[in-house]
């Protein structure tokens, strides 16, 4: 019983963490409409520059208490700073662009700032200082707590208290909280909306740093805590409702004690529960538990101006030569331009499937490696475990991601926009957690080792043609789904759900259908990666392979359904050059991804597009 | 002259909605834009306010060029907007609806405070910590003319102000109206009828798919029952 009481107590004090976290995230998001990826970096650097602060140039032992949260302080806002910078340098040029291109940039962002962090501290994990005058221990029911954890669980109720403050009683609170319900009316009544979307970026990042530098005496510093806190700080954005502060801290609270019990009744699935609760909250109430429904539905996908047009005999012509002339590649190509060339189509296939769930149905996921990977995983059980041959396993692993996307969009479909995004991750991390703990059938993190193709495809020209062909065809049946009855049926559900049900659309019957249907060919996709490595790990499940595809079919476009092929084509080719020359390739992408961004918000097909159009208005004038 | 603009043009997207229109208010001067459902009127106020990107044309506001500045510097030049859905911050009680609205006073326009606002519009004294949503369709209209007015406007833009409200409550917002016009701030309404502005204009407007097809004093409309019956709802 005692012990329980301290465990709940440690519990708290870690929520304070979160809260911080989370509660910068929201007020960004409610703001700006921005889901800042590069949040959990933000926090990173609070921890990294407050333990530079305290304990490198020794401010915790020079000046005591003062020297500790000094740095502390000092650490936030500098980190604060760089927020703002971030905004009006990058973020302010892309406001106007479709809701997930700041996304993007954020992402190019957190590539950048992980990098950064190794080059300028190095890969050791860092043991920050304690605090001096909380180091001691205070003696609850008979079991010792730290004093720094009581400090922080004052903090978080403090640091509510004093936004609520701010947000209620401030005359700038009142114009954010306005912003947050509807931004372009508040820039009519005559307030400048960069500089207040400036305002709550930089009071945002403080939050995400302040939280990431009070934790350096409870945690050791290390450059993967990034990704680690952004998925726990989604979480619980989400589970909270998202824009909403006092939801943030509930829902903070709600993780933490998670986290804390978690690990006691569960050992083997604490990761799981987090994901399941939030899946049950999101089922329950799809705002959140304290969110409100949007006052407009926004649609996640700007609609695009350009309709398609059905692929007509100049595409086909085009689709078949270029198919034909990828074909003669392994008559030129060496075994490692082969693999590297079989892996391009491979991720063209995965990119083209996210397409039709995000460009074509209008449902945006953060988790798409869960199908990716669950086919992976079909093939790789039919062939060890079984026995099977490849074609056995090339319909196994498709299968199993059709069933993996029947529950998970079962789920989905009741969600829409970013909620429905995190469900997808929700359900990626779950299936991630699944594989990665249930060593016996799947060897954990060991993988599974030895899966190589039948003798007859053993060669690579021939694994290379029977890519092309498996993942040719799939492609070609995205595109054919875009004109088919359903297709049509998914974009007039991405484009209005209420003018769709209104003509008698079965949305989420609809979106179902395209969701699973996109999960299977994620699983092809995926089939045919584990055996073009021989192996399959739980990495294949991992949020960086659902980011990967994210960007791939961003930087391609979403308003185009060749956007997919250029974005895989595009991104893969430049990872691996870029990363043949370099140890810092994410520094140098997630550049290039910012620099694109602003360049071209409407991704490379949209770039080509204008180009084309430039040179034809030019060419004109010229003539005239 | 107050508003002046030759020639506007606006687009959403590919789709031309506006052809060079030419509209001016004179300071201190009630004018209504008149015409049908999707004739264009919304999207001429909101062109003149910044909030379309695709636009083309010139609109001297004081002397002041506006087309192409974002809302928020037209706003501080003391054109006001009271767009057609009311948006209201639904989350905001009254008081700080206003408060969202707030600007500096303007010399020589009358500096609008909460109170004062509150004896123009008596039925939302007794709210003033009602949230905007919980507001019925009439209180959360005067709210939000009152909320435009608290920026000091010399010229309002209002958006169908009359639609879908009842009878009684129209009457109210026109005495409201009758008296901004009095204290000298400029009126362009956009309506499908001339309920309203028969109390209030001097001048009308008639639009029709994006085309000025007529202009002259609003008396006129009565005398040409073609045009009238031609452009607008019965």
Known sequence: MDFLVIQALTGLASASSLFLVASGLSLIFGVTRIVNFAHGSLFMLGAYIAWTLTDALGWADHAGPLGFWGGVL???????????????????RIYHAPPLFPLLATFGLALMIEDLVRLIWGPEDLLGPRAPGLDGAVTILGQKLPSYDLALIALGPLVLGGLWLLLHRTHWGVLVRAA?????????????????FTGVFALGTFLAALGGAVQIPREAVHHALDMQIIVEAFVIVVIGGLGNVAGAFLAAVLVAE??????????????????????????????????????EPRAAVAPTVDPWRPTGPTGWAVGLALAGGLALLPLVADAYVLSVATEILIFALFAASL???????????FGHAAFFGLGAYGAALATLGWGAPMAVGLVTGPLLALAGAAVAGWLCVRLSGVYLAMLTLAFAQIVWSVVFQWQDVTGGDNGLLGMWPDRWASDPAVFFWLTLGLCGGAIALTRHI??????????????SVRRAEAIGLDRARAQWVGFVLAGGLAGLAGALFAYLKGSVFPDVLGIPV?????????????????????????????????????DHWPLILGALIVGLVIAAPDGLTGLAHRLAAAGRHGRRAGRS | MSLEIRALSAWHGRARILHDLTVSV??????????????GKTTTLSAIMGLIPHVRGTALFNGVPILGLPPHRVARLGLGYVPEDRRVFSDLTVDENLAVGRQPPRPGVPAWTPERLLTLFPNLAALRRRRGGQMSGGEQQMLTIARTLMGNPSLVLLDEPSEGLAPRIVDQMIQALRAMKADGVGLLLSEQNLIVARHLCDRALVIEKGHLVHH????DLDSNPAIRDATLAP
Not at chain 1, 355 to 365: A, E, Q, R, T, W
Not at chain 1, 482 to 495: E, I, K, N, T, V
């Open chain 1, 180 to 196: 947050t319900q509807d931004r372009a009316m508040v820039g009519a009544l005559g307030v400048n909306q960069a500089r207040l």
């Open chain 1, 74 to 92: 000092a650490s936030a806002l500098m980190v604060a700073a760089l927020g703002a910078l971030i905004e009006i340098v990058i973020l302010r």
């Open chain 1, 546 to 582: 659902s980011v990967d595809a994210l960007v791939m079919v961003l930087l391609g476009g979403l308003g185009s359904l060749t956007g997919p092929l250029v974005g895989a084509v595009a991104y893969k080719t430049l990872a691996i050059v870029v990363s043949s020359w370099t």
């Open chain 2, 26 to 39: 004179a300071a201190g001067e009630a004018v209504a834009l008149l015409g049908r459902n999707g004739a």
């Open chain 2, 216 to 219: 002259g004093p609003l008396a």
């Open chain 1, 258 to 295: 998670l986290n804390a019990f978690g690990i006691l009744l569960f050992p083997r699935i604490g990761l799981v529960l987090l994901f399941l609760v939030m899946a049950v909250v999101l089922v329950l109430r799809p705002h959140g538990l304290l969110g409100r429904p949007e006052s």
């Open chain 1, 482 to 495: 875009a004109f088919s009855p359903m297709g049509y049926a998914l974009r007039a559900c991405r484009d």
């Open chain 1, 355 to 365: 397409h039709l769930m995000m460009g074509v149905g209008g449902m945006v996921s």
